[in-house]
C-alpha cells in the first residue's frame, strides 16, 4: 500500500473509527465511505458470521472501499482472587438490575476464523487494536492485496508495527475514547496525539492516521500539520442517526460531564464519560481484559435496556462535546471542507 495506495482510499482525509460494542454499524461505514472518507466496520465483540454479514451489508450500500478493525487476542496473566473479589462487589449492582454478574473468562474474539474471514472477503484495509500481529499474518493479508494498519500509542509500538510489515499506523493519542489500545495494558501515562504524531513520525515514514481528540476539519488539519496523513473521529460521529448508539449513551454525549481513564467495566484502561458507576466502581477495578468485561456485561446490558447511563460504559474522547446528532454524510462533507479551509 504505501503513500499512493493509502491516497486512493479516500478523496477527504477522514477515517470513520470502528466503535465496538454497537455505535458501529454498517449504515454508519458506508455512509462514511459514500461521503468521500474511509468508514470502518467493528468486528470486537461480534461472530465471525456476524462479520460476515455486516461486509455483505455494506457492500450492498456503497462501492468505496472501507475497512474491517480486528482485536489482536493477548492473555496477561489474571488475578483470578481479585477478579473473584470485583465480582462479589458487584453484588449490588447486579440486584438492581436483576441479573447475575458473568464469570470471568478470557476468549480470543473468534481471532482465526476472522482472519480467514477478512482474507475471503478482501476489505480494502484490516487494522488492529490491541497489538499487531506477526509479520506472517501481516503477509498473509498483504499478498491478498489486503492493507494492514496497526493502532499504536507509543513510538515503540510503531516500531513494532512497521518492522511487522504495516503499511499505515493509526497513533492513538490520550485524548481517544474507548479502550486504550496499547499492546500491553500498562499503567503508564498516555501521550496526547500531537506529542505522539511527533514522536512517531520520527521513528516511521508510513502513512499515519490521528486518533484522539478530533471532531471537526480544523482538528484533521491540525493532525495533518503534525505529520498526519488522515484523521480517524469515532466519537464525533456517535450522535449520527446512522450510528448504532444507545439512547443513554446519545443524552451523556449532549451533556459536559468531564471523562476519564478507567477499568471499571473491562479491566482495560478506556476512556469514557464519568458516571456513577466509574464513581463507585473504579478503585476496585482489577486489571483483566477480557475477563472483567464478562463479568459487567450482562449489568451493562441490562442498564442498557432501561435507559440507565449511570450504569453503562460511557465511552467517548475528551472533545465529546464538538459531537452533534446530523447525518454522517453532512459531517464528513463539512470536514473536508473545514479542513481544506483551514490548512495553508
Known amino acids: 500500500m504505501r503513500t499512493a495506495a493509502f491516497d486512493e482510499l479516500m478523496e477527504a482525509p477522514i477515517v470513520g ?9 454498517p449504515e454508519l461505514a458506508a455512509a ?9 466496520i467493528a468486528a470486537g465483540y461480534k461472530t465471525a458470521d456476524d462479520v460476515r454479514d455486516e461486509v455483505e451489508d455494506v457492500r450492498g450500500r456503497t462501492l468505496r472501499p472501507f475497512g474491517v478493525n480486528l482485536f489482536v ?7 483470578d482472587a481479585a477478579l473473584a473479589a470485583y465480582r462479589e462487589s458487584l453484588a449490588g449492582e447486579a440486584e438492581r438490575y436483576g441479573v447475575e454478574p458473568g464469570r470471568p473468562h478470557w476468549n480470543d474474539d473468534e481471532w482465526e476464523r476472522k482472519l480467514a474471514l477478512v482474507e475471503r472477503e478482501r476489505p480494502s484495509v484490516v487494522s488492529f487494536t490491541f497489538g499487531c500481529p506477526d509479520a506472517s499474518v501481516v503477509a498473509r493479508l498483504r499478498d491478498v492485496g489486503i492493507g494492514v494498519w496497526c493502532t499504536v500509542t507509543r513510538p515503540t509500538e510503531a516500531k513494532l508495527a512497521a518492522a511487522a510489515g504495516a503499511d499505515a499506523i493509526v497513533v492513538q493519542g490520550a485524548e481517544a475514547g474507548g479502550h486504550q489500545a496499547s499492546f500491553d495494558d500498562t499503567d503508564a501515562a498516555p501521550i496526547g496525539l500531537l506529542a505522539l504524531l511527533q514522536l512517531v513520525r520520527r521513528v516511521t515514514e508510513l502513512p499515519l492516521v490521528a486518533a484522539g481528540g478530533i471532531a471537526n476539519g480544523r482538528g484533521v488539519a491540525g493532525a495533518i500539520a ?4 488522515a484523521a480517524q473521529i469515532g466519537t464525533g460521529l456517535m450522535l449520527t442517526p ?4 444507545s439512547s443513554a449513551h446519545r443524552e451523556a454525549l449532549a451533556g459536559d ?11 482495560r484502561r478506556a476512556r469514557g464519560i464519568v458516571n456513577r458507576f466509574m464513581l463507585e466502581h473504579d478503585a476496585a477495578a482489577p486489571r483483566g481484559y477480557p475477563y472483567v468485561h464478562h463479568v459487567t456485561s450482562p449489568i451493562r446490558a441490562a442498564a442498557r435496556a432501561v435507559g440507565d447511563g449511570g450504569g453503562i460504559n460511557l465511552w467517548a474522547g475528551q472533545a465529546y462535546e464538538l459531537a452533534e446528532a446530523l447525518p454522517a454524510a453532512i459531517l464528513v462533507a463539512r470536514w473536508a471542507d473545514e479542513t481544506r479551509r483551514a490548512r495553508p
Open 242 to 245: 446512522e450510528a448504532g448508539t
Open 73 to 79: 487476542p493477548t492473555r496477561a496473566a489474571a488475578d
Open 226 to 229: 503534525a505529520g498526519a496523513f
Open 32 to 40: 462514511v465511505s459514500e461521503a468521500g472518507g474511509f468508514g470502518f
Open 257 to 267: 460531564a468531564p471523562t476519564a481513564l478507567t477499568r471499571a467495566f473491562t479491566g
Open 17 to 25: 473509527a470502528p466503535l465496538s460494542g454497537g455505535p458501529s454499524t
